[in-house]
């Protein structure tokens, strides 16, 4: 029997209905803003002009709604209700507006779209909150542009510095600070991205995986976060004719490149889940039928939950891609460009969402996310709960990616509870 518990005198099913409408609705708007080349899924790249386009229609949203919307040096857009006790820290949501190539339209936007339908909810009807209350449209999280991630909550905790990303390049070979200033970041003229007035960091995201849908379940409260490690390998052999170089006389590197895939997935295959490894990105050089490719760039991305069982594959790998190389005649370079810790989610945070979920008859189970968040990030600086609605067949990072309006109203309730509770009710922390 479905409990009968209203919140500002509005009942579930008039809560939901208000927000499935609010965040769809936001949700397209957002949508429209992807590279039009790209023929299907959203492509909105950090600091391309449909990336901007997405952060300033966000930002009008935020000031219609009554938040003081501002841009930080990383291009991390915050929109703020300021709270009674001014000195307090903030109550911190928010998601990445960035996408990876051809991806889903609820992929970080959703986590912004939601962060936004509670915050305009709560002060339309109760006003000033005790504490802060900020929703964050945080800049970069996927590494799909430059060979970094996490740049927009990474700039907030800390843990990336223009400095030392200035002269990354794109496929496009433009430098990571000429991008940046092509969307008028990175001149000086915002306040640096670097924060420490955060108490409590609540991100709302899509599962991008399969679980609460095979259970039926509307949310999933997660407890800990994969570690990723990602790296580029570099392979060179011989470019030479198609047609008249025999077999046993090729250095050929994308044969070498195939040989070292196939090596990953079946080591991968072996040791088993929760550890997964992916070839996401290959470069041939010359790239045409009828030459043996000299050069070969390809990128590996591994995941697991376990800090040594991470470091044991990525550990195989380079042995295993150096004896492939050498067999072949290949030189071949091995660069790790990212890593990120497992990352454990607060506890008392996570109690007081099971407990909305009682509260409100919404199903739910406890989770570890396999995809990285910036709640990975954030959690070096305060603390952080990450909270997942189903994806349809599990498929994101795809055109296919699809959340129903329904069970993302869900979460916009079980998050507008929380905020209630940390900035109205100033819930211990
Ligand atoms: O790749 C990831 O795990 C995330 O979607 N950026
Ligand atoms: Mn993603
Ligand atoms: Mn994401």
């Given amino acids: 029997m479905e409990q009968d518990i209203r919140f500002a005198d509005l009942s579930k099913e008039e809560l939901l209905t208000a927000w499935e409408v609010e965040v769809a609705e936001l949700l397209d708007e957002l949508a429209v803003f992807t590279k039009e080349e790209e023929t299907a899924g959203v492509t909105r790249l950090l600091y391309t002009k449909e990336w901007l386009a997405a952060q300033q229609a966000l930002r009008l949203r935020m000031e219609n709604a009554g938040l003081v919307a501002v841009f930080d040096e990383a291009g991390n857009l915050f929109g703020k209700i300021q709270g009674i006790n001014?000195?307090?820290?903030?109550?911190?949501?928010?998601?990445?507006?960035?996408t990876v190539v051809q991806g889903g339209k609820y992929d970080g936007a959703y986590g912004i779209a939601a962060g936004l339908a509670a915050l305009s909810f709560l002060y339309r009807i109760f006003g000033k909150p005790k504490r802060s209350l900020e929703l964050v449209s945080l800049s970069e999280e996927e590494g799909s542009r430059f060979p970094m991630a996490y740049w927009g909550s990474g700039s907030i905790v800390g843990q990336r510095r223009l400095e030392e990303a200035a002269e990354l390049r794109d496929v496009d070979d433009m430098r990571f600070d000429d991008a940046m200033k092509t969307c008028g970041f990175g001149f000086g003229d915002y306040s640096p991205a670097r924060r420490d007035n955060i108490a409590v960091f609540l991100e709302l995201h899509i599962e991008q995986g399969g679980v609460l849908e095979k259970d039926g379940l509307s949310v999933g409260i997660v407890e800990a976060i994969a570690g990723q490690r990602r790296f580029s390998i570099q392979l060179e052999g011989a470019a030479n004719h198609a047609g008249t170089t025999p077999m046993g006389m090729r250095r050929d590197a994308l044969e070498g490149a195939a040989a070292m895939i196939y090596l990953l997935h079946a080591e991968a295959l072996k040791r088993g889940d929760p550890l997964v490894a992916t070839a996401g990105r290959l470069l041939a050089q010359p790239n045409?039928?009828?030459v043996v490719a000299g050069k070969v760039e390809f990128t590996v991305d591994v995941r697991h939950g376990d800090e040594a069982a991470l470091d044991a594959f990525c550990k195989w790998m380079a042995a295993a891609f150096e004896e492939a190389a050498e067999q072949r005649g290949l030189a071949i370079q091995q660069y790790e460009w990212f890593r990120e810790k497992p990352a454990r989610m607060d506890a008392g945070l996570r109690r007081q969402m099971a407990e909305i979920c009682e509260a409100w008859?919404?199903?739910?189970?406890?989770?570890?996310?396999?995809?990285g968040h910036d709640a990975q990030m954030l959690q070096r600086l305060c603390k952080t709960a990450l909270l997942f609605v189903?994806?349809?067949h599990g498929i994101s990072h795809s055109p296919e990616e699809f959340t129903s309006s329904r069970e993302l109203a869900v979460g916009v309730l079980v998050?507008?509870?929380?905020?209630?509770?940390?900035?109205?009710?100033?819930?211990?922390?």
């Fill in 86 to 98: 001014e000195s307090e820290p903030s109550i911190l949501t928010g998601s990445h507006i960035d």
């Fill in 288 to 290: 045409v039928p009828n």
């Fill in 361 to 371: 008859g919404i199903s739910h189970r406890r989770m570890i996310s396999g995809a």
């Fill in 390 to 392: 189903p994806s349809r």
């Fill in 415 to 429: 998050l507008a509870q929380l905020l209630y509770r940390l900035g109205y009710q100033e819930e211990a922390i």
